[in-house]
């Protein structure tokens, strides 16, 4: 029996077949903002170096095509940790690009210039300015300053010889005839992306799709120029990876996020689930077995703990105590298919994502539990003497018991016990 056989896959069914794979020529682009946007969490610690160079190590090996590496006009240690991050990507050989973000001003510009001129490797550019009227009202911003500002600060960074997108910020709560003028005088500067910004996570899946169609169709493709589109989501709504699916969905080149979704406030799309989401699609083609590492190095260098509920790399994603669940996942592996004891109780298929499958014992299991436990940490299954100690103490809990709680059970039965003693293949006692 193949998976194909036993699963109808409602994600792709009619209508929602905009999301079946893109062609080799136009592929799913993904853009990492966890150095840089990621680290204006109010909460993270901005690590040291060596350990954003270790991350940005694990983003090339999870296929992630860009990375964010800081806004260089910050002051002299960003400056210093683009320069090192860019050097990086040259000197390993990474594949991914680099960007980096500025204002609408050439001050901000000027150090991008600087260190891809010094290493060697083109820097994105990426100039934001606020949009939406709420930014113009609040800031007293007219539209033909901001028009200004566009115009110099593109035309600047292309002078420079770097590769512009132009990122209105607040996108979402933008007039179109606004972003019409801002889109419409960037891409005549010479900008060869759009970035859509939903800075303060206000859109929902129906809005993005609207935009991003907004944006092809009545700025980009009248243009006659060759310029993409991104999409930057918040998740203050908590639809930041709905959000970006649905700019996917509308025809999106690019689309951001960060480790874990840290960022500024309750953070960006998380780029984690983006990429699992996007591998289930069949949208992204590079191996994420490195996924949970790459989760665990943000986590450590940022000191943003990973709740045991988050999706595929949290504690629990592939953990089990409960005795239905577990009889299942028990029969789907007696059969032989490892991939079908991933999908009997699981939308994801854990093995994708360098997990597996866990059963443990808990208040709510049954017997099942109880005999694989045993069985997978070196003890007989078979007995049922040692089966029905266990079976008890786990009925007397209110809680998962821990592999040491269950191997003093197990003890204590065996000592008592007249047979021999087995000896549990993972040291256990």
């Known amino acids: 029996m193949h998976e194909r056989e036993l699963v109808y896959d409602w994600n792709v069914a009619e209508d929602a077949g905009e999301l079946r794979p ?15 946007d990621g680290l204006q969490s109010p909460s993270v610690q901005d690590p040291p170096i060596e350990v954003k160079i270790r991350i940005l190590h694990l983003m090339a090996a999870l296929g992630i095509h860009t990375a964010d590496i800081g806004l260089p006009g910050a002051g002299p240690r960003a400056l210093a940790d683009v320069r090192a991050l860019a050097r990086e990507i040259v000197d390993a050989g990474l594949p991914i690009g680099a960007n980096c973000a500025a204002r609408t001003v050439r001050a901000d510009i000027e150090p991008i210039a600087l260190v891809s001129q010094e290493v060697g490797i083109p820097i994105e550019a990426c100039t934001f300015i606020g949009s939406s009227p709420v930014r113009q009202y609040a800031e007293g911003w007219t539209l033909d300053r901001m028009l200004r500002a566009t115009e110099d600060a593109v035309t600047f960074g292309v002078a420079e010889g770097l590769p512009v997108m132009y990122v209105t910020e607040d996108t979402t709560r933008a007039r179109p005839e606004t972003l ?19 800075t303060v996570g206000h859109a929902t899946p129906r809005g993005a799709r609207a935009l991003v169609k907004f ?6 493709r009248p243009s006659g120029e ?14 930041g990876l709905a959000n970006t699916l649905a700019a996917v969905e509308a025809g999106a080149d690019r689309v951001h996020g960060t480790g874990l979704g840290i960022g500024e406030r309750v953070g960006n799309t998380e780029m984690d689930l983006l990429l699992v989401n996007l591998k289930l699609l069949g949208l992204h083609e590079g191996e994420l077995g490195r996924l949970a590492e790459y989760c665990e190095a943000v986590a450590a260098a940022t000191g943003v703990g990973i709740p045991a509920n988050y999706p595929v790399i949290g504690a629990d994603a592939f953990r089990t105590g409960t005795g239905v669940h577990a009889a299942a996942i028990i029969k789907a592996r007696k059969l032989g298919d490892d ?19 866990v059963i443990e014992i808990s208040h709510v299991s049954g017997m099942s539990n109880v005999k694989f436990w045993l069985d997978e940490h070196g003890y007989d299954g078979m007995d049922d003497g040692l089966c029905n ?35 549990a293949r993972d040291g256990a006692a």
């Open 22 to 36: 893109r062609s080799a020529d136009h592929p799913v682009e993904l853009d990492d903002e966890t150095l840089r």
């Open 180 to 198: 019409a003028q801002l889109y419409g005088l960037a891409i005549q500067c010479g900008a060869k992306r759009l970035c859509i910004a939903d």
């Open 215 to 220: 944006v092809r169709d009545e700025i980009v």
């Open 226 to 239: 060759d310029v993409k589109i991104d999409w930057h989501g918040h998740r203050d709504r908590g639809l």
């Open 339 to 357: 991939w079908l004891a991933d999908l009997v109780y699981s939308g994801v298929p854990a093995h994708h994502f360098g997990r597996h499958q």
């Open 389 to 423: 100690h266990v079976f008890a103490l786990a009925k007397r809990t209110d809680h998962v018991l821990s592999d040491d709680e269950v191997r003093a059970c197990c003890a204590e039965y065996l000592a008592g016990a007249s047979h021999p003693r087995p000896r």
